[in-house]
């Protein structure tokens, strides 16, 4: 089951992740328009609420609008930097490089959502660091000087 995702092609990976029907999402303020400003100015959101208060929602809403596939990472205090940058496979006797979603999402210049952020721990979410400032590169550590990078990011 394991070895089927990952050998899936990069396509098959990212057309999964792509939202076809409009998500219902009812504003409750400018929101949208915020959201929308931050993409065009290539800037990260940081979503802050109850459960249940619409953010999942609102970022399926937000992947349909910008027509970008919507990856999302559900964090928790296990979740290793690997876990979200990706790792070597071993695949018919070989060591392949397979990428994190976060990864595939900044290659593709598609939506990452870090679900529950908070829950992870500092040591993997400081790879995100030189994502959301003004880097906007994804370091690979396991690749010598090697990182990841959209140019619409
Ligand atoms: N603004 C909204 N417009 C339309 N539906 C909404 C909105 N806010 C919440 N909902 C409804 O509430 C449900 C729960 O919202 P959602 O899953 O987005 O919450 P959440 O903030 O991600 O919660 P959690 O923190 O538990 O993940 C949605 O499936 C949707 O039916
Ligand atoms: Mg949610």
Not at 48 to 74: D, Y
């Amino acid at each position: 089951m394991e070895l089927e995702i990952y050998m899936k092609t990069v396509e098959q990976r990212l057309e999964e992740h792509l939202i076809t029907e409009k998500p219902y999402y009812l504003a409750s303020g400018k929101e949208i328009e915020i959201a929308l400003s931050a993409h065009k100015n290539g800037l990260p959101l940081l979503l802050k609420g109850p459960t249940g208060c619409g953010k999942t929602r609102f970022m399926q809403f937000l992947a349909w609008k910008l027509q970008r596939p919507l990856i999302t990472v559900s964090c928790h205090d296990d979740l290793s930097t690997s876990d979200l940058v990706g790792r070597f496979l071993i695949r018919s006797g070989e060591a392949v490089w397979t990428d994190g979603p976060l990864t595939l999402a900044v290659r593709a210049g598609a939506i990452c959502y870090l679900d529950e952020i908070v829950e992870a721990r500092k040591d993997t979410t400081v790879v995100i660091h030189p994502l959301a400032d003004d880097r906007r590169e994804l370091p690979i550590e396991n690749w010598a000087n090697c990182s990841a990078r959209h140019p619409n990011l």
